[in-house]
């Protein structure tokens, strides 16, 4: 009776063992996030400097609202904060002011891109929406920086700039700029030589008569 006592002893002890042991591994490979809890402080305290990195205050960034990838910053983890860094800042609109902006829409690059499943990776990421369910995705809107480059006059520099204007009176600024990928001429509204060899055939058939 007794060795039987003293065998179920041990047999319970190592069992208790083992547990503890896978689940210590258990949880050392896999930890479990809390979930964020918005009305809890401590949620918010200290999570300034989680968000990606990258941001810093005073610099523009191009912007394509003609490629779907131009739109995926705006909402991508990644991209965010240098984002909404780049767009409190007055020198970002400037951009707006060149054509070389509005030449985007004739990139048929950019056209193409609406139809690729790729350019939506950022948007059909469960990660990314995860990521914004945590109070820290936030708190970069309490950077002061991000509000004073408002009140440095070097961000309106642009403006103030005769050759942002000029740039709608150079033919060249209304040209295309090639792509690695096709390898294509930059192609110039302006230039009827640009036009011509769209029809060249048409050009030569003309010639000979």
Do not use: C
Not at 16 to 30: F, M, P, R, S
Not at 163 to 181: F, L, R
């Amino acid at each position: 009776m007794r060795k039987l006592i003293a065998s179920l002893i041990v047999a319970a002890g190592l069992t208790a063992g083992a547990a503890v042991t896978i689940a210590a591994e258990e949880g050392a490979q896999a930890p479990q996030a809390a979930v964020p809890n918005f009305f809890d402080p401590s949620a918010w305290m200290g999570a300034y400097g989680t968000a990606p990195q990258g941001a810093q205050a005073g610099q523009a960034m191009p912007f394509n609202p003609a490629n779907p990838a131009g739109w995926a910053v705006f909402i991508d983890p990644k991209t965010h904060e240098q984002t909404h860094m780049a767009f409190t800042n007055p020198a970002q609109y400037a951009q707006f002011m060149t054509p070389q902006f509005y030449m985007q829409f004739a990139d048929p690059n950019n056209m193409m891109a609406w139809m690729n499943p790729a350019a939506y990776a950022a948007f059909m990421n469960p990660a990314t929406y995860m990521y914004w369910m945590n109070p820290a995705a936030y708190t970069h809107m309490m950077n002061p920086a991000m509000y004073m480059q408002a009140m440095n006059p070097a961000a309106y520099n642009a403006y103030m700039n005769p050759n942002t204007y000029m740039q709608w009176m150079n033919p060249g600024a209304y040209a295309m700029p090639a792509t690695a990928s096709t390898g294509a001429v930059p192609f110039n509204f302006f230039d009827p030589n640009a036009w011509a060899q769209m029809v060249p055939q048409a050009s030569t058939e003309q010639a000979q008569q």
